[in-house]
């Protein structure tokens, strides 16, 4: 993954915003300008080469993007009369808005959109305009002000630019700010619901690891727990990275042998300094978020170590299979479940893809693929909660493949990390809310509001 931003800015106001992006995009930056317009990109590479902006074939398209473009390879036959210039996976999303333009480029992009299996954001310039557009579930990021965007709100506070969420599916283009938004529909027709979720799972688990090595966010729950397996029975090279305070419900995982797992402990005292680097990458000082945000860093940081650029998470099983307790009491599950899974994005990917990228590792998440999606929202209710328990369908792919379910808590509980944060406000006097505002006053109102 990387980090975009520009807009109509000088070239130093750009390189200004790019400069606080570059822990997205560490191994080559590159910025392209015309008259008063300007795209600039941070890159990590992980799939192909391919500094960018990247430039159309002859129609003056040019294009940044943060994103992965799983069927690049099939896309790429499909344009086989384009040119071109890199191996990149991004690559295909200029050429393809090129062969899809028939004079408007929001119609264009709407169709290419459609076309790409995905996580991405990203914005093309033409003629003087600008266009950015981000995936229907919005794993990638992307903010945007009157005449800017970036991938993290702080590259437009820099300049003093607001910094409003594009949404999952949006497409907006500058400089009228015109905004539409396409929404897909995640149905299918199932006929062997077990089966077919489960190969789906495998599906999106092979093409999110076609890579050498690879870490995964472990917590011991029936999620991480089946991409581990899925990634052992695909015969890949992974890690497992899991963290907890002793004392903790998860402090027991140390002990577990399973495959290659490195636990991390926490200790009480580096929690306040993981604090201030949660904050300071989500950008925002939401009690949860920080809460949860602060074991996600910490495996993340040991995963850098080892070298891991990407990283799997089991984030968005427990919006599309049921797996929050309030769920057993819900009278309309499938509404509600809707609900939490059209906020995912600000949520929890927002702040998981932060944290991730704050440590130059790119977060993939299989349970967000488009085919899992849609047979999660195509199964019975029965499916998902059958008795008292939760995540059902899952529960029994993973037992079928000899998992033991382990009953889970919110991992901001289970790792030790909330108690700890009470402790600390509690000394300084203060809710944990006073004390994480306190912080997110220091670190981003002083330096970037």
Not at 289 to 308: L, M, S
Not at 311 to 334: H, M, P, T, V
Request: with cysteine; proline share 2%; aromatic share 10%.
């Amino acid at each position: 993954m990387c980090g975009i931003c520009g807009g109509y800015l000088s070239r130093e106001k750009v390189e200004e915003m790019l400069r606080l992006l570059y822990h997205r995009g560490p191994d080559a930056r590159g910025i392209y300008c015309s008259d008063n317009l300007c795209l600039a990109h941070a890159l990590l590479g992980i799939v192909g080469e391919g500094k960018q902006p990247f430039f159309g074939c002859n129609k003056g398209f040019v294009l940044v993007c943060n994103g992965r473009i799983y069927n690049h390879g099939e896309l790429r036959k499909k344009l086989a009369n384009h040119v071109f210039s890199t191996t990149s996976d991004n690559e295909v999303i200029i050429h393809l808005i090129e062969e899809n333009f028939d004079g408007d480029l929001i119609k264009a992009i709407e169709k290419t959109l459609k076309q790409l299996d995905g996580d991405f954001a990203f914005a093309i310039a033409y003629k003087g305009k600008v266009a950015i557009a981000r995936d229907f579930v919005g794993v990638k990021p992307l903010y945007f002000g009157n005449k800017a965007f970036a991938s993290e709100r702080k590259a437009l506070w820099k300049i003093n630019e607001k910094a409003e969420a594009l949404l999952p599916g949006e497409i907006l283009l500058f400089p009228d700010l015109v905004r539409k938004r396409i929404k897909v529909e995640y149905r299918k027709k199932i006929k062997n619901p077990l089966e077919e979720l489960e190969k789906a799972l495998v599906n999106a688990v092979e093409k999110r690891t076609r890579i050498e090595k690879f870490g995964i966010l472990f917590s011991g729950g029936v999620d991480s727990f089946l991409i581990a397996k899925i990634s052992q029975e695909l015969e890949r090279s992974f890690t497992l990275y899991s963290v907890a305070m002793r004392g903790s419900h998860d402090y027991k995982l140390r002990n577990l042998r399973f495959l290659n797992m490195k636990f991390r402990e926490i200790k009480e005292e580096e929690i306040e300094d993981y604090a201030r680097k949660v904050i300071h990458a989500i950008e925002e000082y939401d009690r949860m978020k920080v809460g949860v945000g602060i074991p996600t860093y910490i495996a993340c940081e040991e995963a850098k170590k080892d070298g891991i650029g990407v990283i799997l998470s089991g984030q968005g099983a427990d919006e599309l299979f049921a797996g929050y307790k309030r769920y057993l009491r819900s009278e309309n599950l499938s509404e509600e479940l809707k609900k939490d899974f059209e906020n995912l994005y600000k949520v929890n990917l927002q702040r998981d893809e932060a944290i991730a990228m704050a440590n130059s590792i790119e977060m993939r998440l299989p349970y967000l693929d488009s085919e899992v999606i849609s047979i999660a929202f195509s199964l019975p209710e029965e499916l998902k909660i059958k008795g008292k328990e939760r995540k059902y369908i899952l529960n029994k792919i993973a037992r079928k493949k000899g998992i033991e379910i382990r009953e889970k808590k919110a991992i901001q509980y289970s790792t030790g990390v909330e108690k700890a944060l009470r402790k600390i406000a509690r000394r300084r006097n203060l809710s944990v809310e006073e004390y994480l505002r306190k912080v997110y006053n220091e670190i981003i109102a002083k330096n970037f509001s």
